[in-house]
């Protein structure tokens, strides 16, 4: 249904510097045509942490990105919660199940790929605050990606802080087989 001032909040990031978490979460939204929190068909303001988990790991969305940052979430945790993400991705993602996805995106198959999964779950333990558990998103919002990475024990991530958006789930699908 939407939310007009839960909306106009998230829209403020567009005015955010660039590099900024805020304005790297703002393009990261509209880049793959997502409705921002608040906007009508939007996602839970709940995912926005999983999705800074993306943004902070230098994780993609496609299906193997989807992977690897389920990793990234299970390093975070010291307990079996973290592992329980991963198998939920692992379900739809790889075993072709719709457990999580709920119809928003077909599930698909063959895409764990242990090497990124266990890149994922490195840098999960390594990162020094959870971003899933007792952290806010508005506090560090106007601060850089690159210095929270580096504040939070992310070892150096190679290319931009937003990768692009997959082509397309068909065509990520594509490339998987």
Excluded at 102 to 117: I, Q, R, S
């Amino acid at each position: 249904v939407g939310d007009k001032k839960v909306a106009e909040r998230y829209r403020t990031l567009e005015g955010y510097p660039e590099g900024t978490l805020g304005h790297t979460f703002f393009q990261f939204y509209r880049a793959r045509s997502f409705p921002l929190p608040g906007e009508k068909k939007s996602f839970s303001e709940l995912l926005i942490t999983h999705d800074c988990c993306h943004i902070l790991g230098g994780f993609n969305t496609d299906m193997n990105g989807e992977m690897n940052v389920a990793g990234f979430e299970a390093g975070l945790f010291d307990n079996g919660f973290g592992f329980e993400l991963l198998l939920e991705v692992i379900l739809d993602f790889h075993l072709g199940k719709t457990f999580t996805t709920a119809g928003l995106l077909p599930p698909g198959t063959g895409h764990f790929d242990p090497e990124g999964v266990v890149v994922g779950y490195e840098r999960g333990v390594a990162c020094k605050v959870n971003p899933i558990k007792g952290w806010d998103f508005w506090e560090v919002a106007d601060q850089s990606v690159t210095e929270l990475r580096a504040r939070y024990g992310l070892p150096d991530i190679p290319g931009p802080v937003l990768l692009p958006p997959p082509e397309s789930i068909e065509e990520a699908l594509d490339h998987a087989h």
